[in-house]
């Protein structure tokens, strides 16, 4: 019981006051009910320890409750919680020079948001404006988040709500007194092209699982030529002709979809994918977003590893930058960083924010960096997400449902497979059995992937490798009891 509430009581509250979406999502088929976290564990109203290697889909960078964060947070809720834009105030120019700080040139502007969604939002709009241009590409299986317009440049169906028009798509109009124009929000038709899977896709597969450097998918194939690469580009291209007319205003990539590992599954691309990908976009008028809010929202404050932000392991500079989840280690919060020039294009408008780069979201992100530097949390994500994938790919090999182990760092995707020759997905009710005898056994993870057929590791970093020892004991366990009963 909590506050006197039963889990019953607690259920019962759920299907008639809550969105009743939430009832979808609820993972388990026997809830958890959370109560408290402390770095790397959960424990519920029980009192029963989990150790979380969801934390939150990534949201929870450096631990639950991390002491130094909420010890900031503590001291910002005694002296300011909000002012607005018109004030000048310390933490908002602390936190947004900090942050640019881990940019590389020209990316220095720093806007704050609440969440991923309205990050996503205003780099959108920002695009249109500086380029004059509409169309914007994403990736099939890609997630950018829940409003309207991110909506649209979301491509898993899963997220999408199936009303039209007659045009074959949901228009929303809303007037625009600022930029004096009458916009058109589009929810279906922004324009996705293929997700360079080497997995799932019909390019790459086995050739790039039987280099010897692949053992972990790190797509830091040797072999020179990368045919899949190829072949995915000219999907791209084929996406530019039927943009109008061949002019595109942005090209937003997940720099690890997170549809696949993460929403999407933890997709990783061909080696230079994204830097082709950049130039072509660029040659047609467009700016390239990195959508780090997967991912940062998912990708982003070191979670990958050897870089501190996913794009850096693309070896490209986006022209803006989106993040949400781990910016505020849980606390709601978005931002977009982009360039001066971009930025001078926003600013012929008028553009505020009421909650974005509040004081008590600005020390709490800025204590995030210090952390972050201060726990080696990075190097944390390397050591103990190589470890975990190298040990990860042996049950790979192990267990014939296990068809691919993928990921950078502390973002890692093990896609399951009902046989390796087939690759048609696990079923549901399979990923089910599994997930529900992992938690069972004490230990959280996630789901993802376009079939749902992808376990999500992306636990705070701030685990151990004790940890990681114990939650692939729990996994060999659990895909062995579920191989013996089948
Ligand atoms: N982009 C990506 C890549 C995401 O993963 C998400 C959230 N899962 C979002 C955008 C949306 O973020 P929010 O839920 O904070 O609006």
């Known amino acids: 019981e909590y506050k006197g509430m039963s889990k019953e009581r607690m259920m019962e509250i759920r299907r008639q006051n809550c969105n009743p979406m939430i009832m979808k999502v609820t993972y388990y088929k026997k809830p958890v009910f959370i109560h408290q976290g402390y770095m790397q564990w959960l424990w519920d109203v029980d009192g029963r320890r989990y150790l979380d290697l969801f934390a939150g889909v990534a949201t929870v960078s450096v631990g639950h409750c991390h002491p130094r964060v909420t010890a900031a947070a503590e001291e910002q809720l005694k002296r300011l919680w909000h002012t607005t834009n018109i004030y000048v105030y310390p933490p908002l120019h602390e936190y947004c020079k900090k942050l640019a700080s881990y940019f590389p040139d020209p990316l ?111 797509c830091s194939c040797a072999q020179g030529q990368c045919m899949a690469n190829e072949q995915y580009i000219g999907q791209l291209k084929e996406t530019f002709a039927t943009s109008v007319p061949s002019r595109i205003a942005a090209f937003f990539g997940e720099p690890i979809q997170v549809p696949y590992s993460g929403v ?6 061909p080696k230079n994918y994204l830097k082709e990908a950049y130039k072509l976009v660029r040659e ?17 404050f070191g979670r990958t590893g050897s870089h501190f932000w996913g794009f850096q392991g693309h070896d490209v500079i986006p022209d803006m930058v989106t993040m949400a989840k781990g910016i505020g280690n849980g606390f709601p919060m978005g931002a977009v960083v982009t360039t001066p020039e971009i930025a001078a294009s926003f600013a012929k408008g008028v553009h505020f924010n009421t909650f974005g780069g509040n004081p008590v979201a600005c020390v709490i992100a800025s204590s995030v960096l210090d952390t972050i530097k201060e726990d080696g949390a990075q190097q944390i994500s390397l050591d103990v997400g190589t470890y975990l994938m190298t040990e990860l790919a042996k049950l790979r090999d192990k267990y014939e449902i296990i068809g691919d182990v993928r990921g950078k760092g502390l973002q890692i995707g093990v896609e399951m497979v009902k046989d390796k020759a087939s690759r048609v997905p696990l079923p549901p009710e399979a990923m089910s059995e599994i997930f529900e005898d992992v938690k069972d056994m004490g230990v959280l993870i996630g789901k993802g992937g376009v079939y749902g057929q992808t376990f999500r590791i992306k636990p705070p970093m701030c685990i151990t490798m004790e940890d990681a020892d114990f939650f692939l004991a729990v996994f060999d366990k659990s895909v062995c009891n579920y191989m013996e009963k089948r």
């Not at 969440?115 to 695009?127: F, I, K, P, T």
């Not at 999407?264 to 691309?269: L, P, T």
Request: aromatic share 8%; proline share 6%; charged share 15%.
């Open 108 to 218: 220095k502007v720093v806007y704050l948001t609440n969440s991923g969604s309205e990050a996503n939002d205003l780099a959108m709009l920002m695009a249109r404006l500086h380029t004059g241009n509409f169309d914007i590409i994403t990736f099939r299986g890609s997630y950018h988040g829940g409003s309207p317009q991110t909506m649209g440049l979301t491509s898993n169906a899963a997220y999408k709500y199936p009303i039209a028009n007659g045009l074959g798509c949901t228009t929303l109009l809303s007037l625009s007194p600022v930029f004096g124009l009458i916009q058109l929000t589009l929810f279906l038709p922004d324009k996705q092209t293929m997700c360079p899977d080497v997995f799932r896709g019909p390019w790459g597969g086995s050739h790039c699982r039987d280099s010897p450097v692949q053992t972990i998918r790190d």
């Open 264 to 269: 999407g599954g933890a997709v990783q691309y």
């Open 284 to 300: 047609r008028g467009g700016v390239c977003i990195a959508d780090e809010a997967s991912r940062p929202v998912q990708t982003g």
